[in-house]
């Protein structure tokens, strides 16, 4: 992928699914807009792989899933943060403080 | 909290997925749907047409099915779906090569067998719990010499009353003797294992009777002489269940007790292999124990005396390591009260031990530990054995496999699924080997039951740590055997192996010296060690078995007779008399050149020991070896007498004469290494005797010879070996039988000739003199001596050694052979083509046979060197735990090194005979 769209690192995809739900409950397209969105369409999830990380999150307990209704009347599966979920938020949060800022300054950018 | 909710829910969540598959994967698909559906919608929304934003959307989307397979992988035990579909495919797998599988089964039935038979064994002698409850909360308190930390003894009914109010230790202690008795009517009477015991012994050990009664204080206070018995479950079983044994009478001694309780079924007593059959209470002790012991016999309240074994139970949440201050004013209590038994002792906690009273079990550890590692070794064997077959037959399978990596087909994926069906084999193998293994221990315990008159505790059966063993050796062995094959295989080159003639052995060895073969190489070296093992032991049997003539005497036309007369009630006296008026009877039958008897036998299990001091000499005490004997004793078993004369029959009958003694040319030498030990004089001092593997009479320390008197040396004669596992024979002392008596004696008469089909008329025909004398004398044992040697522990032990490894021995060798023969010959048969070639461009079928065994040997030879090598190291524990068997024993380390060199040639030469046998047109048509 030669474009000017970085790369998702390894294991940062959790980490963005929980950020992009801590403030609300949503359903996995919500997900994935929501991920384009923030990031000013920097980062683009390949949508696909989204679902087997929403899975491996719930069944880690750190999201639980509930079938509701969408805006435009149609059967959602909406995904919402868990108390854990919220700890293990702040926990990645901190850690990839941390590792921005430690590869920063090895780059010279600090 | 939660989080620990969610791990423990997690497994349960996977295990529903696993039946809840459709509905997981329709709510997948809705949600897959409702997003591209969504997404569609954006695509319209940005101007598209529909079709065009559907098939967008279905793109930004990605690999559904890749997807989905993903998220089934997080979602559920997939790997389980995979390993039933492996399952299925292994099992229709195997049974398309009944052959291949029947083979592989066998050898590993083998394997898995020997070990889980050994381990069996091994478990009952050394790891099979206590019988009573809580076991790890029971320990045995010990009198211990502080400066000779080997002494160590019980006690005497006083000591233990002290101990019981001093103590701040134990929740409450027992006190048990354990002694052999005579059980039966009169004429009819067996040696039975039986333990006098306080009233508290059950509840101490935590065990209830099954039926009746325990006993009650009053009945287990010294001298109160109640003739009750409390009896095991297996001496019910031999009274055939009868409901109205509770309340009948038993004959102890040829004593009456009413039968007031059984105990339940697996309840051993306080030892752990063999079972208590009867116990008594403390109160009818005097009357039982001391009948043998007599004369000096001390009484249960005797301060002196050290009868009684003290096991305590725990307080509740203690340890052993925390008694030491109990200890320690229980010692200074005891001192106190009994400055003179208890002087330079102090008390000891330690777990009881699971043999009899006092032996040491480390020995016992040693072996078990051999036979263990042998047993692996005949697994290992085993094991890569089967890993050349599989890899034999998986360089058949390579185009199945190029054509599965071909179509996609994960390497790892490949991999599980040979390990499976490695798994499955050895699921098989390890049903059959645990047949065999069930098996073999009850025939182990039946033969070892024939032996030993007391009832052994021996869980042959069935039993969770045998399952739980032969599956970890079942995936240990599927490691093993599968894992290199499985890898090996799997790094097929797709190209190479889907061409036509992929079977071929086209094999590019990085290290062309290395033999063709590493892994028959190893086999065949570890088979070799196996193979002299079981030669050392077969040769230390052999010898073993001639081991008659090692005992130092002569014992062709000896007849053995042992008997015990306090199992028949008889006093000490009246079975002197009663030795005595035998002796003479059997002295007067035709054909009988002498009769005698002693209170020793070589090799009877049995040993008395004393401490012998040289009287004016400045050297401490040696030990030795006592016999009572009587003035024919040395011409009955034929030891000649070196130096000075038997002893008379005034002697040997009276204790009212000049104290005498004969002692041995070991002893002498030990003694008087200056000069000649006849005429000297010697200190006699009593010990504790420790014991061998069986119940003791409580005889142990009756030696009539009191410390402080002398005796002069009359007479001298060789050793004699008493024991089959010491390196050299023992000092050795032989007493008159009026000085050194015990009821429990052999008679030895020696006939003039006795073939061997005259025993049962002989035997006969001394039960009719003896019922003459006396009906109510039991016989313990009647044979000739060569058939006592026969039923001899030591030489059980070594025999039942010889044949274990002779089977481990041979399992190796069929296994070491078959393997060769089986890799030569298939690779002989895979380069068909390459040797018709080469014959039709002219080879002589001898240089072609040559090529062949050339590579046959080069695996041969270095198999055989290494296994040289292990050989010695084997050797040399193996020899340092057998009877007289040098490490570097000649014979067998040319017999096992040549029948294995023999065989594997053998196993070479046919396959490479037959290869050149092949017309070279239809080798080149073949494929």
Known sequence: MANNKADLLQGTLDLLILKSLQLEPMHGFGISLRIGQMSKDMLTVEQGSLYPALYRLEDQGWIKAEWGVSDNNRKAKFYSLTPTGRKQLQAEEQSWAKLSTAINLVLGNA | MRTILITLMKPYRKFRSLFFKEQFDAEMADEIRHHVELQTELNLK??????????????????????????????????????????????????????????????????????????????????????????????????????????????????????????????????????????????????????????????????????????????????????????????????????????????????????????????????????????????????????????????LTDRTSTALMILGRLKPGSKAADAGSGLQALTATLVAVFPVEQKDRQLTVAPPSRFASNSNDTAVAWVGALLLGMAAIVLLVACLNLANMLLARGTARRKEIALRLALGGGRARIIRQLLTEGFLLALIGGVAGLLLALWSSGLLAASLGRMIPIDLVWNAGPQPALFAVTFVLCVLGTLVFALGPALKLSRSEVMVHLKEHAGEDIVRRRWKFLPRNPLVSAQLALSLALLTCAALFIRSATRAGAGAMETGLKTDGVFLMEVDASLGGHSQKQAQELYRRLTERFGALPGVESADLSTDVPLSGLDFEKRVRRVGGAAGAKSAKWNGVGENYFKSVGLPLLRGRAFTFAEATQKEGPPVVIINEELAKELWPEG????????????????????????????????????????????????????????????????????????????????????????????????????????????????????????????????????????????????????????????????????????????????????????????????????????????????????????????????????????????????????PMVALRSE
Request: aromatic share 10%; net charge neutral.
């Open chain 2, 676 to 919: 000649d030990a006849v005429g000297q004089r010697l200190q006699l001092e009593n010990v504790e005797s420790t014991p061998g593997a069986s119940v003791q009479n409580g005889a142990v320390d009756s030696a009539a010879a009191k410390s402080d008197e002398t005796y002069e040396v009359v007479g001298m004669v060789p050793a004699t070996r008493h024991n089959l596992f010491e390196s050299a024979p023992d000092g050795g002392i032989y007493l008159p039988l009026a000085r050194g008596f015990k009821s429990h004696v052999f008679f030895q008469l020696k006939f003039a000739s006795l073939p061997p089909e005259s025993e049962a008329a002989t035997a006969d025909l001394l039960r009719r003199v003896v019922g003459e004398v006396d009906a109510t004398l039991p016989i313990l044992s009647l044979r000739s001596f060569a058939r006592h040697l026969d039923g001899n522990i030591q030489i059980w032990i070594v025999r039942a050694g010889a044949a274990l490894f002779s089977v481990f021995g041979g399992l190796a060798l069929c296994l070491a052979v078959v393997g060769a023969y089986g890799v030569i010959a298939y690779s002989v048969a895979r380069r068909t083509r390459e040797i018709g070639i080469r014959m039709a461009l002219g080879a002589h079928p001898a240089t072609v046979q040559r090529m062949i065994l050339r590579e046959g040997a080069v695996m041969l030879g270095s198999g055989l060197l290494i296994g040289v090598v292990l050989s010695l190291g084997t050797g040399k524990i193996v020899s340092s735990l057998l009877y007289r068997v040098n490490a570097l024993d000649p014979v067998a380390f040319t017999v096992a090194p040549g029948v294995l060199a023999v065989a594997a040639f053998f196993a070479c030469w046919i396959p490479a005979r037959r290869a050149t046998k092949v017309d």
């Open chain 2, 46 to 299: 940005a101007g598209m047409n529909p079709e065009e934003a559907r098939f967008a959307a279905l793109r930004q989307f990605g690999n559904m099915t890749a997807i989905q397979e993903q998220a089934r992988e997080v979602k559920s035990w997939v790997w389980l779906e995979q390993f039933m579909q492996d399952l299925r495919y292994a099992c229709r797998q195997l049974r398309r090569n009944p052959g291949f599988t029947a083979a592989a089964v066998a050898v590993l039935g083998l394997g898995i067998g020997a070990n889980a038979a050994v381990f069996n064994f091994v478990h009952t002698l050394l790891l099979a719990p206590f019988t009573y409850a809580r076991p790890a909360e029971i320990m045995r308190i010990s009198s211990q010499d502080k400066r000779n930390p080997r002494d160590v003894r019980d006690f005497s009914y006083p000591a233990y009353r002290e101990i019981l109010e001093g103590n701040t230790i134990f929740s409450d202690a027992l006190a048990s003797a354990l002694l052999e008795v005579g059980v039966g009517e009169k004429g009819d009477t067996r040696r039975a294992a039986a333990a006098v015991v306080s009233a508290n012994y059950f509840s101490v050990l935590g065990v209830r009777p099954a039926q009746g009664r325990t006993f009650s204080p009053e009945e287990a206070t010294p001298g109160r002489a109640t003739p009750v018995a409390l009896v095991s479950h297996s001496y019910w079983k031999k009274h055939h269940f009868d409901p109205a044994l509770l309340g009948s009478t038993l004959h102890i001694n040829t004593r009456p007790f009413t039968i007031i309780g059984i105990m339940p079924e697996g309840f051993a007593g306080t030892t752990a292999l063999f079972y208590t059959e009867v116990w008594l209470p403390l109160g009818v002790y005097d009357q039982v124990a001391n009948e043998a012991t007599a004369e000096n016999g001390r009484a």
